[in-house]
């Protein structure tokens, strides 16, 4: 078994002596669609045993096992050629997996054709590139225990690809995507969607959930297969989600290049809703210019997680469940905040908020809660849990990240609730406008200190509501 560490390692230090390579957001992408390549041929070379008549969808010309696999094979300008040329009689690797078709399997085909579009090869050396694909090979992701091992590195990836300028959107911690899955408990059948699914970490473990609980036949794995879908807009992420998927046994899957927000709000009938909703949308982020127009005028506003709040409500199932990561710039607040709060506790059942602390999406440090409902319902009673850092540990940190294991009191309080010095009931008519944001019961009130990126959400919004009711004065004037 190789040291998939490691490899890792030795790829990133090999990366940054290639001139074309600038920043690690370029060096993700550029280990994103090698990473891709190589595991779906891993993947079609294990079809190929398991399925009589299986043929790859890539020519064989460009699979992986074919060119990248010898360690003393092309490289130099003859490798950047072969991934690069656009020559109408000697079409590159990008060329040709950009037009991708296939008659016997046009859904992986498509696949294979939307990674590399919205993917490059930035790389200026075809001998660096031979050193990071022999790197590679060293890999086997049909072995179970490299693929369990990888499993680890990969969030490792996540984690780097968290800390590359802006893209902290994309990453959710493993231990807190595993309670909430658990804690909504999606079966097989139920239509399991991720809106804003990122590296897919959400859609991994619903997929694992089902497995572990409730796939026992090959019929049941078949169920499964049609059941999971995730949308992702940023091309990074999407490449590393649909990776992180295949890795996870699923053939053909149902994940999506698109923006969510785009999504024709009036046009969602009862063919496009789900069963189960999991999701951290992106909060902060910047919209396509107009795109909220796209929504109901009385929730209309530039803020991402809002936006996404609404279309996800919109998405679900009458007694669909939900459950969703959201920052206390959402729980609160005045205007369309107040209103988009208000449907949401019309519409559905908000029946439990558990408050993370603020260093758990280290290094944000946003404080950010998990909100779980069942549609279809008003909202009577809200539970609340607050979730405490360890004893002795005074923040989360790189070295010293979340564990599902510190979850084990709220998963034992979950099905037999009581109030106690962490736990506390609100009912909804207790509600000031609508404001989620409700302190400990139990903790005396301390003067709060808040760190300079809450002070500037704090800002944001209210300049944002201050912008709102100018508008609604220009209107009465």
Known sequence: MANVGAVISSIRNIMR????????????????WMLFLKIIDDKDQELEIL????VSVIPEKFQWRSWATDIEGITGDELLEFIDSNAHDNKGLFATLRDLTSITNPKRAAIVKEVFEGSNNYMKSGYEMRKVINKLNEVDFNNSEDKHVFGDIYESILVELRDAGNKGEYYTPRAVTQLMTQMIDPKLGEKVL???AGTGGFLTAAIDHVRENYVHTVADERILQQSITGWEFKPVAYVLGLTNLILHEMDIPDYHYMDSLKKEYNSIGARDRVDVILANPPFGASIADGVET????TYRCKESADLFVILMLQLLKPRGRWAIVLPDGSITGDGVKARIREKLLTD????????????????ATVSTNLLF???????KDIWYYEHKLPEGQKSYSKTKPIQFNEFEPIIEWWNDRKENDVAWKVNVDDLKNWDLDIKNPTVEVEEEILTVNEVLDRLKSSFENLAENIDKLKLEL
């Open 17 to 32: 002596q290639d001139r074309g390579i600038s920043g690690d957001a370029q060096r993700l992408e550029q280990l994103g």
């Open 51 to 54: 399925k009589d008549n299986y």
């Open 194 to 196: 991720d809106p804003a």
């Open 294 to 297: 796209n929504f109901p005028a």
């Open 348 to 363: 559905a059942n908000l029946h439990t908020i558990i408050r993370l602390p603020n260093s758990t999406f280290f290094p």
């Open 373 to 379: 409902f069942e549609k279809g319902s008003k909202t």
